[in-house]
């Protein structure tokens, strides 16, 4: 994952774009979740606090340098902005953030079960293990810490009694992770409805992990096969 740097009218398109994407596929209710898009080592644009991600316009935008101070906007930024900031200094080819409260993620989150089992092999190969970070409130320094203490070895992370953050290179990447994610929850979730526990071997785990230096997947984690 390497950041490439598109224009400011391209990260404004990607992001009006995936927050229609966002609020269409019910990933989001009301004003819930946020995206930031990077434009420079510096720079991003991200959402505003307190609007719809399927209704903003570009004027609602806001662009912010990575301490969070405002350079271009009227609205005020995102409530989470502290967390999208710490994983730009976590990660810095990162290119955008995605946060959202999909349904059964959010569950699992809720729960406080991580998505750990070795299921389906798409999962384990593009996914790898999505852990819980534990709970603090929401737009704190606390939540961003723990966020920061988990992003390096991961590709999303389950944020305790709140949501799902994932991040890419592009906001349109982050929001298919976000969506494998969901998939994924939705998956395991009908599993344990049926009352089947049945992960893959070792071996197979081991053979799907190493297909992803064809995918160009760097972090996951492995996932159990029991």
């Not at 598109?6 to 009006?16: F, G, N, T, W, Y």
């Not at 505003?48 to 570009?58: D, H, L, Q, V």
């Not at 101070?69 to 990162?94: C, F, V």
């Not at 406080?112 to 603090?136: C, M, N, W």
């Amino acid at each position: 994952m390497t950041a490439k740097y598109i224009s400011d009218e391209e990260a404004v398109k990607e992001i009006l774009d995936v927050g229609k994407r966002m609020y269409a596929a019910g990933f989001t209710a009301a004003n819930d979740g946020n995206i930031s898009v990077k434009v420079s080592a510096s720079e991003i644009w991200t959402t505003p606090s307190g609007i719809s991600k399927g209704f903003m316009t570009k004027e609602m935008l806001v662009k912010t340098d990575l301490e969070g101070n405002i350079l271009e906007g009227n609205m005020k930024p995102s409530s989470e902005i502290k967390m999208h900031l710490r994983i730009y200094k976590e990660l810095p080819d990162a290119g955008a953030v995605v946060h959202a409260h999909p349904p059964v993620s959010t569950s699992f989150a809720a729960a406080g079960i991580p998505l750990d089992k070795a299921y389906l092999q798409e999962s384990v190969v593009r996914l790898g293990v999505i852990p819980v970070v534990p709970y603090a409130p929401p737009g704190t320094e606390a939540l961003a810490d723990s966020v920061g203490e988990y992003c390096h070895n991961y590709n999303g992370l389950f944020l305790e009694h709140h949501g799902v953050v994932t991040w890419s290179s592009d906001a349109v990447k982050a929001f298919y992770i976000l969506e494998s994610i969901e998939h994924d929850a939705k998956i395991n979730m009908n599993l344990r409805l049926m009352g089947i526990e049945r992960p893959m071997t070792e071996s197979q785990i081991d053979e799907l992990i190493e297909m992803r230096k064809i995918w160009g997947v760097t972090t996951g984690g492995r996932p159990k096969s029991k």
